[in-house]
């Protein structure tokens, strides 16, 4: 509840700031900013991915916390250090050649010393999730969330829009990292033994368990950043314009995305949750118990993705004309909303699997599918446009979740009940847009 709370606060917010956003940089700087993440997010993913995972599974697993959160803060300073340099020496080249706006250089350097802090957080949540403690990493995201839109909004008025949202970031990711930092410092000095174990954790063991996922991710978020710089050019050799293409990207990524994904907010704290509860079931061979666990994290998710499907389809266009004025947006929203079952029970699954030890298996899927979407956007996009990233969507989540769902069902030995998991909550949608329709044309 307390994650659910901190999520369900951090997307409204975010939707908030989007809006603010988009009547600051329009819809092509609303593209642009898009892509700098798009770049950004490669670093990110290599200083945090794995790390998180690996001080979760080996906390919960009875080994000392000092040695996993020291070996694991280390690897991450290390990769953030690195890639920060990479990003920094590079970020014209990246800004000219990559993106097409030399101007995007300052802004990627003004997010390179939040690298360092992200990898920090990334240790010190892996450690209170793994002891249960849901509060304290809840509270540095929205302690981020605040300073990163604060300090965003105030220094517009001294810097360009796109700057100042750069430095907002950072100055949002150094504050958490201070407080999140200062409470693990206090907790391991109160509790200096913390959850019972060895007193050493290998380096191999920590490397066991974050380099797939590290390697897995990186190669996923190089492969999605591709993807992001393909996905204007596709747009623009289809004949939208330089500024069109821009614009349609922005409308996808920075309006419709954010909505499509904000009622996941209620379930993807799950996620977290589930890779120490089921690490420690698997660790002391309690089958039964991850069955009833994954059965009823599959059937919930299903029956609230299937609702959230339907209100979806509903409301598109008034959502996004409430949040964005945008009625291309609702379009799209509407035409994306089938695919939210197989997007919201993907996230529930992947995170079951990386609790189960099934990381290496992830890992396969993600690069997968991420290499199929680059190769269908660069030969499928300037041929039919915005309908051939749409179909390209929907044939991703369909790929990936079948084969985690399959994993998923295999390791645990559990069986499909279609019934109980997908009968009954999509008749339940199917009934509810029924009513919905009938009420809105009363209206």
């Not at 200062?182 to 060895?198: D, E, I, Q, S, W």
């Not at 915005?386 to 790929?399: D, W």
Request: hydrophobic residues 55%.
């Amino acid at each position: 509840m307390i994650l659910t709370g901190g999520a369900v606060a951090l997307r409204l917010t975010n939707i908030a700031f989007r809006v603010f956003i988009c009547g600051q940089l329009g819809d092509s700087g609303m593209g642009l900013y898009q892509l700098i993440f798009s770049i950004f997010s490669l670093a990110v993913t290599a200083c945090t991915s794995g790390v998180s995972l690996a001080v979760t599974r080996l906390v919960a697993e009875g080994n000392g916390v000092r040695p996993s959160v020291g070996r694991c803060m280390v690897l991450a300073l290390l990769i953030s250090g690195l890639a920060g340099l990479v990003l920094w020496c590079g970020s014209g080249w990246i800004a000219a050649i990559l993106l097409g706006s030399p101007e995007a250089a300052r802004p990627i350097r003004l997010l390179v010393p939040g690298l360092s802090c992200m990898a920090v957080c990334a240790c010190v949540k892996g450690y209170f999730l793994a002891v249960r403690n849901t509060a304290l990493p809840a509270a540095g995201e929205l302690l981020e969330q605040v300073f990163t839109i604060g300090a965003g909004m105030l220094l517009m008025s001294r810097m360009t829009p796109l700057d100042a949202l750069m430095l907002g970031s950072t100055l949002g990711e150094a504050s958490s990292c201070l407080l999140l930092g200062l409470c693990f410092l206090c907790t391991v000095r109160r509790n200096p033994g913390g959850r019972a174990g060895k007193g050493r954790v290998a380096t191999r063991k920590v490397l066991h368990i974050a380099a797939p996922v590290l390697c897995g991710n990186f190669v996923r978020s190089t492969l999605n950043s591709t993807e992001n710089l393909l996905v204007p050019r596709g747009l623009k050799q289809y004949g939208a314009g330089a500024a069109g293409s821009l614009a349609q990207y922005g409308i996808m990524q920075g309006m419709v995305m954010p909505i499509l994904l904000f009622p996941a907010s209620f379930i993807t704290p799950l996620c977290s949750l589930f890779i120490p509860e089921l690490a420690e079931r698997a660790a002391s061979g309690q089958q039964k118990s991850i069955q009833r666990m994954a059965r009823l994290a599959m059937r919930l998710t299903l029956l609230f993705s299937f609702i959230v499907t339907t209100l979806l389809i509903v409301f598109a266009e008034p959502l996004c004309n409430l949040f964005f004025n945008n009625t291309q947006a609702g379009v799209l929203l509407r035409i994306m909303a089938p695919i939210v079952p197989l997007m919201y029970l993907d996230s529930i699954v992947d995170g079951m699997l990386k609790g189960l030890d099934q990381q290496v298996s992830t890992l396969k899927y993600n690069f997968s599918d991420s290499l199929l979407r680059v190769l269908f956007i660069a030969v499928l996009l300037p041929v039919f446009g915005m309908k051939a990233y749409v179909f390209v969507l929907f044939f991703s989540e369909i790929f990936n979740a079948s084969l985690s769902i399959h994993r998923l069902l295999k390791v645990t030995d559990l069986t499909v009940d279609v019934v109980d998991w997908v009968l009954l909550p999509a008749v339940t949608g199917a009934l509810l847009y029924y009513f919905l329709s009938f009420l809105t044309a009363l209206i």
